[in-house]
């Protein structure tokens, strides 16, 4: 006899009453278990059982336990009972079964696969416990085996049932996590693998569309349909150390293949490309002919220091890649990628408690008049004092605060900061003209609050003048402006404030629509500007950001458009004659300067006037008179703005 452990397990307690010994020797040594009735009931019970001494030992056995063996229960008295049911296959079980021997573990269970003489497998539980009800092992062990190769049989079964797909016949999410968190365990690299792990997380493309217009039975078809595919795949992609890859489905469309000791991202890479080619060709169902796609998230790395937690992140991450990447694609896992996405997750998360805590800032860029030089008035830009990622400009979290609505309250506290800090330079220089603040609006601060009840609260609290401040909305967001947010424009033109439009020239362009709006301003996007000749670029100008302040002359050239100029001498034009001021953004040279003031733009923005600064900057220059040279806060304006860089 030989088998297999499952360890040992607590025994049952046993009807002693009902046990005994047809061998003289033993009876003589346990009186009770003597008599005739007992020795009959011991030969004909249909549990299997043998009496052992306590040197393990079988005294005698029954009918029952012969048969299940295969031999003659005569033949196994003397023989080690520990051999018969495979005792000794395990440290463990070893050392409980000696334990009960000494009479210092009251009983053990275990369960074992026996292999017969003639090549039948059976599954047993097998229980040793003493004979005497007083648990002394002295006077003898009872051991007892119960055939339970059916139930282990169903329990299978069952197992399968529940650890497989019923459509696709594929293991199901709870197998592939039980064979991955297998695959990460220590061992299972320390004798040959290769130490590392790979998956393939894909996601059918199109399938709910399929699935709502041709019903759940054509859908589950199509799911069967790849899963046969799937699996051929990973037949074919069958590698000789780690075998056929596993193939499971953990959801709805959603696949899975577990490459365990991988070789390398270019194994995995060319899987996820054979499973895209296999997805290629049509399926044949119900008469129908389906096309389908998938997307591939693809994540290899070493399995130390891997959760099944982490990788599945991982791969469902890079899975999300690829369809906002095009999808019918597979995309491999970028950990720098992946850092810029947690970061932003820890910007989202910190937006809404950072207001409360008053970490946010506002810096201001004049706005200066392209005839005089002097400023006119500011744009108010958002700068964020992170406490672990130093200060971040307003392109790193102002998309974050539109999508979770943290938007509201933070342009409420700005338009509130902005228009307090107007008023303080107004009452500052009561002998200059005032200049005006220019605050960027987001179209969700229209939908989600009273933009106009929050604007006359504002200029009512600091008693700034309407006409001293100025909303910027993006050129997509007021040309698509209808129902409400096209009201709240018109009630704040009605008020005094004035309404810019930034960006002009990059988004719909809607000049029919334009005149129907209540704009005053459009701001010129800065990609015209640039575009501008640079024949004077490097007489008083300053470099814009990013720029290379060693360029060759000849770059310059190359990269200007002539066509930019006559295009915004052509807007500046009309918006004049639709009674609109025109302010180009992004001005950095003299001689851009000076092309925009010969073709009539009104006022500028840039560098070549001022980096956004600090208040009590804009507060020298207003006090200097309001004029500047390049690379100072010489601009006649100044927006507050949380779209702006």
């Given at each position: 006899m030989?088998?297999?452990s499952e360890?040992p397990a607590p025994?049952?307690?046993?009807?002693r009453?009902a046990v005994?010994?047809s061998?003289?020797h033993?009876a003589s040594?346990?009186?009770c278990?003597?008599?005739p009735?007992?020795?009959?009931?011991?030969t004909?019970a249909?549990l299997?059982?043998?009496?052992v001494?306590t040197?393990?030992?079988?005294v005698g056995?029954?009918?029952?336990?012969?048969a299940l063996l295969?031999?003659?229960?005569?033949?196994l008295a003397?023989s080690?009972?520990?051999?018969?049911?495979d005792?000794a296959s395990?440290?463990?079980?070893w050392?409980?079964?000696?334990?009960?021997l000494?009479?210092?573990q009251?009983?053990?269970?275990?369960?074992?696969?026996?292999?017969?003489a003639d090549?039948?497998?059976l599954?047993?539980?097998v229980t040793?416990a003493?004979?005497?009800?007083?648990?002394d092992?002295?006077?003898g062990?009872?051991?007892s085996?119960?055939d339970?190769?059916?139930r282990?049989?169903?329990?299978?079964?069952l197992?399968h049932?529940q650890?497989h797909?019923?459509?696709?016949r594929l293991p199901?999410?709870?197998?592939f996590f039980?064979?991955?968190?297998?695959?990460l365990?220590a061992e299972?690299h320390?004798h040959?693998g290769?130490?590392?792990i790979g998956?393939?997380?894909?996601?059918l493309d199109g399938?709910?569309?399929?699935?709502d217009?041709l019903?759940?039975?054509?859908g589950?078809?199509?799911?069967?349909?790849?899963?046969?595919?799937?699996?051929?795949?990973a037949?074919d992609?069958?590698?000789?150390r780690?075998g056929?890859?596993?193939?499971?489905?953990?959801g709805?469309d959603e696949f899975?293949?577990l490459?365990?000791?991988?070789?390398?991202?270019?194994?995995?890479a060319?899987l996820?490309?054979?499973?895209?080619?296999?997805?290629?060709?049509p399926?044949?169902l119900?008469d129908?002919?389906?096309?389908?796609?998938a997307s591939?998230?693809?994540v290899e790395?070493h399995?130390?220091?891997?959760?099944p937690?982490a990788?599945?992140q991982?791969?469902d991450?890079?899975?999300?890649?690829?369809k906002?990447?095009?999808r019918a694609?597979?995309t491999?896992?970028?950990?720098?990628r992946?850092?810029?996405r947690m970061t932003?997750?820890?910007?989202?998360?910190?937006?809404?408690?950072?207001?409360?805590?008053?970490?946010?800032?506002?810096?201001y860029?004049p706005l200066?008049g392209?005839e005089?030089?002097r400023?006119?008035?500011?744009?108010a830009?958002i700068?964020?004092?992170h406490?672990q990622?130093?200060?971040?400009?307003p392109n790193r979290?102002?998309?974050?605060?539109e999508?979770?609505?943290?938007i509201v309250?933070l342009?409420r506290?700005?338009?509130?900061?902005?228009c307090?800090q107007?008023?303080?330079w107004?009452?500052?220089?009561?002998d200059?003209p005032p200049?005006f603040?220019?605050?960027n609006?987001a179209?969700r601060q229209?939908?989600?609050?009273d933009l106009?009840?929050?604007v006359?609260?504002?200029l009512?609290e600091?008693?700034?003048a309407?006409?001293?401040l100025?909303?910027e909305?993006t050129?997509?967001a007021?040309m698509?402006?209808?129902g409400r947010p096209?009201?709240a424009?018109?009630a704040?033109s009605?008020?005094?404030?004035?309404?810019?439009i930034?960006?002009f020239?990059?988004?719909?362009s809607n000049l029919a629509?334009?005149?129907?709006?209540?704009?005053s301003?459009?701001?010129?996007d800065g990609a015209?500007v640039r575009?501008?000749?640079y024949?004077?670029?490097?007489?008083g100008g300053?470099q814009?950001?990013g720029?290379?302040?060693?360029?060759?002359?000849a770059?310059?050239?190359?990269?200007?458009n002539?066509?930019d100029?006559?295009i915004?001498?052509?807007m500046?034009?009309l918006?004049?004659r639709?009674g609109l001021?025109?302010?180009?953004?992004?001005?950095?040279?003299?001689?851009?300067?000076t092309r925009?003031?010969?073709?009539?733009c009104d006022t500028?923005?840039?560098?070549?006037?001022?980096r956004?600064v600090?208040?009590?900057r804009?507060s020298?220059?207003?006090?200097a008179g309001?004029?500047?040279?390049?690379?100072?806060?010489?601009a006649?304006g100044?927006?507050?703005g949380v779209?702006?860089?």
């Amino acid at each position: 006899m030989n088998g297999t452990s499952e360890g040992p397990a607590p025994a049952a307690d046993l009807d002693r009453s009902a046990v005994t010994d047809s061998d003289n020797h033993l009876a003589s040594r346990t009186p009770c278990t003597g008599s005739p009735a007992y020795r009959s009931a011991f030969t004909a019970a249909p549990l299997a059982m043998a009496v052992v001494d306590t040197e393990g030992l079988v005294v005698g056995a029954n009918a029952s336990l012969g048969a299940l063996l295969g031999t003659d229960p005569a033949a196994l008295a003397g023989s080690p009972a520990a051999d018969l049911v495979d005792l000794a296959s395990d440290a463990g079980t070893w050392h409980a079964y000696r334990e009960v021997l000494r009479g210092r573990q009251p009983r053990l269970r275990c369960t074992r696969r026996l292999k017969r003489a003639d090549g039948h497998s059976l599954w047993v539980q097998v229980t040793v416990a003493p004979l005497a009800e007083s648990g002394d092992a002295q006077e003898g062990l009872l051991l007892s085996v119960a055939d339970i190769s059916a139930r282990r049989e169903l329990q299978a079964r069952l197992r399968h049932l529940q650890m497989h797909d019923p459509v696709t016949r594929l293991p199901n999410r709870a197998l592939f996590f039980e064979r991955l968190t297998a695959a990460l365990e220590a061992e299972s690299h320390e004798h040959g693998g290769t130490g590392r792990i790979g998956v393939c997380y894909l996601d059918l493309d199109g399938f709910k569309a399929i699935n709502d217009t041709l019903g759940h039975r054509v859908g589950d078809r199509l799911l069967a349909a790849v899963a046969e595919r799937l699996t051929r795949c990973a037949e074919d992609a069958a590698h000789a150390r780690s075998g056929a890859p596993l193939v499971a489905r953990l959801g709805g469309d959603e696949f899975a293949l577990l490459v365990e000791d991988s070789t390398g991202t270019d194994q995995l890479a060319e899987l996820a490309e054979s499973v895209l080619t296999a997805l290629q060709a049509p399926f044949e169902l119900a008469d129908r002919r389906l096309s389908v796609t998938a997307s591939v998230g693809v994540v290899e790395r070493h399995t130390v220091g891997t959760t099944p937690t982490a990788l599945m992140q991982a791969a469902d991450t890079t899975l999300y890649w690829a369809k906002a990447d095009g999808r019918a694609r597979w995309t491999l896992f970028d950990p720098e990628r992946n850092a810029n996405r947690m970061t932003r997750q820890a910007l989202a998360a910190t937006l809404r408690p950072a207001i409360e805590r008053g970490e946010f800032a506002l810096e201001y860029q004049p706005l200066v008049g392209m005839e005089d030089g002097r400023v006119r008035g500011v744009e108010a830009l958002i700068r964020w004092n992170h406490p672990q990622f130093g200060v971040l400009a307003p392109n790193r979290f102002i998309a974050l605060a539109e999508e979770d609505g943290s938007i509201v309250p933070l342009g409420r506290w700005i338009l509130r900061t902005a228009c307090h800090q107007a008023r303080r330079w107004q009452l500052a220089h009561p002998d200059d003209p005032p200049i005006f603040v220019s605050v960027n609006v987001a179209v969700r601060q229209v939908w989600d609050s009273d933009l106009v009840a929050d604007v006359a609260a504002t200029l009512e609290e600091t008693g700034l003048a309407p006409h001293l401040l100025q909303l910027e909305l993006t050129e997509s967001a007021v040309m698509g402006s209808a129902g409400r947010p096209l009201q709240a424009l018109k009630a704040l033109s009605d008020m005094g404030v004035h309404i810019a439009i930034d960006d002009f020239g990059t988004g719909y362009s809607n000049l029919a629509y334009l005149s129907r709006l209540p704009v005053s301003v459009l701001k010129l996007d800065g990609a015209f500007v640039r575009g501008f000749q640079y024949d004077g670029a490097r007489d008083g100008g300053i470099q814009g950001a990013g720029e290379d302040t060693d360029a060759d002359p000849a770059a310059d050239a190359a990269s200007a458009n002539p066509a930019d100029e006559v295009i915004v001498e052509a807007m500046v034009q009309l918006a004049h004659r639709l009674g609109l001021t025109v302010t180009a953004e992004c001005v950095e040279t003299s001689d851009q300067a000076t092309r925009l003031r010969r073709i009539g733009c009104d006022t500028g923005q840039g560098w070549l006037y001022s980096r956004p600064v600090a208040p009590d900057r804009i507060s020298a220059l207003l006090g200097a008179g309001g004029h500047g040279a390049a690379g100072t806060a010489g601009a006649a304006g100044i927006q507050a703005g949380v779209g702006n860089p």
